[in-house]
């Protein structure tokens, strides 16, 4: 396993520091992101924002030229590492900035892009792409630039294949990939009670039992499933599930080997909880 993905919003500076360390002097493939900077001074709860033990740092929001640059060397700085392979503008999008996402895009679209463009193109990274959980802004950055890649979280699941009919076709004919972030739907198909970083509502509840109970029939695990599926599409590079300790990262290598029939997936057609237009993996 060589592929990693970062970001300074990930324990405010922690994860890079950590991803750093256990990546120096190995041979990776290493997503980092922008959009976001660090600046001094703790955050009062961080747990608000999620965090365990974070780094003392608050966020700045921040997709110009200039602010593009900076993160890209205060990335570099926090991981000791002299290279970044793929740099995601992170959490452009009215998911994330609701009326104020205006703002934000226009400064991608106007600054951000081609301080990423300059750095694909001086070999500074290899890849370029947003690091995002929605669809409609992936579509609105295709009209922007020539993106690479990008890692879309939550949009490409057991429980919901909203991308398959527009966003997908366009990416292809772009030639832009995906990165499948969120397989699990922020836990709901583990088993806990989270669906888009938050509680999940009946109506999901009601389908992620649904699906639970045809994985049940089929004497496999339902997460093994989650995290397959998505790679069933041909435009899907790589899914990141995002274990949380070491016990989840050997639960997850053992779902991603466990067999999935053919029925199993011909089965959630049948009963309208896949899109019959699913593309799904094939057993062997």
Not at 28 to 47: I, Q, W
């Amino acid at each position: 396993m060589t592929y990693f993905d970062t970001a300074p919003w990930y324990g405010f500076g922690r994860s890079e520091r950590v991803i750093g360390d256990m990546l120096r002097g190995t041979d990776y493939v290493l997503s980092d992101k922008v959009g976001r900077l660090l600046r001094p001074g703790a955050v009062e709860n961080p747990m608000d924002f999620g965090m365990i033990n974070p780094l003392p740092f608050n966020v700045v929001y921040d997709y110009s030229y200039d602010g593009v640059m900076r993160a890209f060397e205060d990335n570099l700085q926090r991981l000791g590492v002299d290279r970044i392979d793929i740099l995601l503008a992170h959490d452009i999008g009215a998911f994330q900035h609701g009326d104020a996402n205006d703002g934000h895009f226009r400064d991608l679209a106007t600054g951000g892009y081609r301080a990423m463009d300059e750095l694909r193109r001086s070999g500074s990274v290899s890849a370029i792409g947003l690091g995002v959980n929605e669809n409609q802004v992936c579509m609105d950055a295709l009209g922007i630039g020539d993106w690479d890649v990008f890692l879309l979280a939550g949009r490409c699941t057991l429980l919901e294949q909203t991308p398959l009919d527009a966003l997908f076709p366009a990416c292809a004919a772009a030639g832009t990939s995906i990165i499948c972030g969120g397989p699990f739907n922020s836990g709901i198909l583990v088993g806990r009670d989270m669906w888009n970083y938050a509680q999940a509502p009946a109506d999901v509840v009601e389908k992620a039992r649904a699906l639970s109970a045809e994985a049940d029939a089929f004497s496999i695990p339902l997460p093994a499933a989650a995290l397959q599926f998505p790679l069933g599409h041909d435009i899907v590079s790589s899914v990141i599930p995002g274990p949380r300790s070491k016990e989840e990262f050997t639960q997850i290598l053992d779902w991603f080997a466990t067999p999935i029939p053919d029925a199993f997936w011909a089965a959630l057609k049948a009963k309208g909880l896949i899109a019959e237009t699913a593309p799904v993996p094939q057993s062997g």
